[in-house]
């Protein structure tokens, strides 16, 4: 008999139907469910392959969301939650010492793109070595950091404008009343955890949404501590936990090789024709934020460089409208410490704050939106349906890139 031409559909709408019933299979029995379910329809493991077709997308989608809401994605380790498993395909201990944090060296390239006026071709420099994180920072891994104290720890994971955020009403602070029914749409007591939580949780291996940039720097700061066996092992105890600069971010998504840059307009060094199939766009069809690495890596082995969720950086987009190069901010401030440039200044007027920049696009956006020189940014305490973030060990200084 020849192959059925229906079954790509069917396939399609059994895994729809089973991710409804997933949520009430404990986690504890996720892999004998798999087990059964996924042999039955010869689900492939091979995420980040190369994708022919839209409706493989929806499919290879389906069935990785599954297993994702079953906590059975073979990728990661419940006992080591802030990993994978595993380094990428070739990678050694040079170029991945850590499983998940891949080496990009230091060095000049050109950043940028010709025609755009907040991104100008220029030439920028990595000063050190650096190790950006192959997946954006999943459900899962969020969860942890909630579960470890995250937000009960207050001081020791959140700066001072951070806890601001938490505790105080920022609606107050401003005349803007479509900015004033925003903030209020998450009170006080709503900040305890990320918009829309419970829903997000169903999904451990989907890229966290709704994170702000303040408690982004947070989970990166508590990361920090959990990793300190594994940045001593792999001799880089000096290194430390950041969200990326703008230059970092770019320099990883223009990648070559291990070694190489070059001018590329996407990731994956080719035209618009296939973006749909190279990543989580809106001609994908998926509609929301996917499990991370649903499709193929840039060539050092970064996932969801284009699309997916908006990442948070730790430079600013803009200061009283001028572009900033990509420093790091390394406090917080306020009008009455006078102006400091490369600072994130928080106005008394929440609506003039100075803006984190962020790079990637999202799911929603066309693929002229995620391309590697793309930038926004949004007032720090913004948390959308499409803002997530990814991390960097940097030994940089906080002014150091330029």
């Known amino acids: 008999m020849g192959e059925d031409p229906d079954r790509p559909r069917r396939v399609q709408q059994l895994a729809r139907g089973l991710r ?131 937000y009960s720890d207050k001081e020791q994971w959140w700066d001072s404008q951070g806890l601001a955020w938490r505790e105080s009403n920022w609606a107050s602070k401003t ?83 291990l070694q190489s840059v070059d001018d590329r307009r996407w990731p994956w060094a080719g035209d618009d024709k296939l973006a749909h199939l190279r990543g989580n766009i809106d001609d994908s069809k998926i509609g929301r934020a996917s499990v991370v690495g649903l499709f193929e890596p840039n060539p050092i082995g970064l996932y969801d460089l284009a699309g997916n969720v908006w990442e948070w950086q730790d430079n600013l987009y803009q200061d009283k409208g001028r572009y900033k190069a990509g420093q790091r901010i390394d406090r917080l401030v306020s009008p009455a410490d006078g102006p400091q440039s490369d600072w994130l200044v928080t106005d008394k007027e929440w609506k003039n704050s100075a803006l984190p920049a962020l790079r990637g696009g999202l799911w929603g956006n066309t693929a002229d939106y995620a391309r590697a020189s793309i930038r926004f940014g949004f007032l720090p305490d913004y948390w959308f349906f499409y803002v997530g973030f990814r991390l960097v060990l940097s030994l940089a200084n906080l002014k150091s890139e330029t």
């Open 175 to 257: 005349e803007d009343k479509a900015l004033r029914d925003w903030l209020d749409s998450r009170t006080v007591e709503q900040r305890q955890q990320p918009m829309r939580w419970t829903e997000q949780r169903a999904h451990g291996s989907r890229a966290v949404w709704g994170i702000n940039w303040f408690e982004a720097r947070a989970y990166a700061r508590w990361l920090q501590a959990q990793l300190q066996t594994e940045l001593k092992s792999a001799k880089l105890a000096t290194y430390q936990v950041h969200l990326p600069t703008e230059i970092q971010w770019e320099r990883a998504a223009r990648a070559a090789d």
């Open 20 to 150: 409804y019933l997933a949520p009430w299979i404990a986690r504890e029995h996720g892999a004998k469910f798999w087990s059964l379910v996924g042999e039955g329809v010869q689900a492939s493991d091979d995420l980040g392959r190369p994708m022919s077709a839209i409706a493989e997308v929806a499919q290879r989608d389906a069935w990785a969301d599954l297993r994702s809401t079953l906590g059975e994605d073979p990728r990661f380790d419940a006992a080591r939650w802030h990993l994978p498993k595993d380094r990428f395909q070739g990678h050694d201990v040079q170029t991945e010492p850590i499983p998940g944090f891949v080496r990009v060296p230091k060095g000049a390239f050109r950043i940028g793109m010709q025609g755009e006026d907040d991104n100008p071709p220029r030439q920028a420099d990595v000063l050190n070595d650096y190790y950006i994180a192959r997946y954006l920072t999943t459900v899962d891994q969020y969860a942890a950091f909630m579960e470890g104290g995250g």
